[in-house]
């Protein structure tokens, strides 16, 4: 017997894009052998551009956006789960190609799902979402490729953002110094509260820059791209590694060749949507265990319902959004 359940809906007729908040039946949902009825979402920077229809992240109509989501299975054709199981899902193109989380109800498949660690509630990982996770992945990255604690600063840039600020906490909780970058001077207060050692203007880093800077920087969790990311590059100290994982300010890198070979800067992509699942995983348990409770709740200060996640799309575009915004769906 089919249910109903409430829905983001993003429609497109003719190149005129509709949002809305729908009734939608369980019969329309989209194959898998996972049906999760979703707790918590959250609203990240893609979602936004999904529901403005700035940039054409959704490939297919109609869809749910909502790029992750948590929540308990209701029913399981796969053997690694079974009803009652508490779940979160991120990336796999949920919410591009493949309904997403901002609705009551999912069906996904569950290759793509990952067992909620004990620890964290369902509003924990959403005010963490795609963005902890993926800030998570980075902070992986600086340890595999060689930067300890002890290496030297760590520039964050897009900081007072949802992964710019996870990894803010997540760095200083590590025993790392962490300088954030940032547009927003009014947000200095709240990132040195998560840990900052010191806070730097955006407009610094925003211009063109040099081929090569003074070095600063044993490592760089990037979320902005274009001159940022290579002005970032340039200041990287000798074997100093790069990750990127975001575009906020571009998809262009303006750089040159010049930090990679004359200083051994590693430049590491981070991809949380098609990242394996061996290494999903360990982010999510890490998250779990290392995150201070405490200062997750400064970052994610804010819970709404569906009908204020359309509405609160433009301003995370305009970047009046502070750290994480949680979706309860049931609201």
Known sequence: MS????????????????????EQSDDGLPEGDVTVRISRSTVNYKDALAITGRSPVVRRFPMVPGIDFAGVVEASRH????????????????GETHWGGL????????????PLPAGLCAAQAMALGTAGYTAMLCVMALERLGVPPDAGEIAVSGAAGGVGSVAVMLLARAGYRVAAIT?????AEYLRALGAAEVLERAAFAAPGKPLAKERWAGVVDTVGSHMLANLCAATRYGGIVTACG??????????????????????GIDSVMCP????????????????????????????????AIAIAPQMLAGQVRGRVVVDVDR
């Not at 999912?106 to 793509?112: H, I, N, Q, S």
């Open 277 to 308: 699942l061996p290494r999903r995983t360990e982010a999510w348990r890490r998250l779990a265990a290392e995150v201070d409770p405490a200062r997750l709740a400064q970052i994610a200060g804010r819970e709404i319902g569906l009908a204020e």
């Open 103 to 114: 609705a009551q109800r999912a069906r996904v498949k569950g290759d793509w799902l990952v």
């Open 247 to 268: 575009l906020a300010g571009g998809m262009d890198f303006p750089a040159s060749v010049a930090p990679f070979i004359l200083r051994g800067v590693t430049l590491a």
């Open 183 to 187: 547009g927003r001077a009014a947000e």
């Open 3 to 22: 249910q109903a359940f409430r829905a983001i809906r993003i429609d497109s007729a003719e190149g005129v894009q509709r949002v809305g908040v729908v």
């Open 79 to 94: 053997a690694a789960f079974k009803p009652g199981d508490a779940v979160v899902l991120n990336g796999w193109g949920v």
